[in-house]
């Protein structure tokens, strides 16, 4: 179940996260749809690595944001993300896309808190598990070790 995230006072993520996607959307490349993402993962050591969508003009070779995310920290040396931000300039906070779910889920767990903003300060806190429920693991695949 998602849950929208209150004006309550109480922090759920650390602005400096949030601030981080919102930064690295001003540099996406998205001279087609003109629809710009950032993302941000924090990894289990506290640090934030950041990513923004790429379109090609083959749309289906583009980047989304939170893979690109994923792919500096992989590069970057670490492998769990604990916490994700993502953030777009559209009415209503935008999900990441099936395959973006799934590479969340395959470096975070189901509890992973993932919060999804607009440019105009609208905010959905959920997680990995509430993104993805039934994701595909490694036990699904019998025998291969």
């Known amino acids: ?8 006072g109480a922090k759920v993520w650390p602005m400096t996260l949030l601030d981080a996607a919102r930064a690295v959307r001003e540099r996406a490349y998205v001279p087609y749809s003109k629809f710009k993402v950032g993302a941000a993962v924090r990894g289990a050591s506290g640090a934030i690595y950041h990513g923004c969508n790429v379109e090609n003009v083959a749309y289906p070779e583009g980047t989304c944001a939170e893979a690109g995310a994923i792919a500096l920290m992989v590069a970057s040396g670490e492998t769990e993300l604990v916490e994700v ?16 779910r799934q590479k969340l889920a ?14 105009a300060g609208a905010t ?5 598990g509430e993104l993805l429920p039934g994701r595909f693991q490694v036990a699904h695949m019998s025998g291969l070790e």
Do not use: K, W, Y
């Open 1 to 8: 179940m998602m849950r929208r995230q209150g004006n309550s």
């Open 106 to 119: 395959e470096f975070g767990r189901s509890d992973t808190p993932v919060l999804l903003a607009t440019t």
């Open 124 to 128: 959905l806190a959920t997680t990995i």
């Open 85 to 100: 931000a993502v953030i777009a300039d559209s009415p209503s906070p935008v999900p990441p896309c099936g395959g973006c």
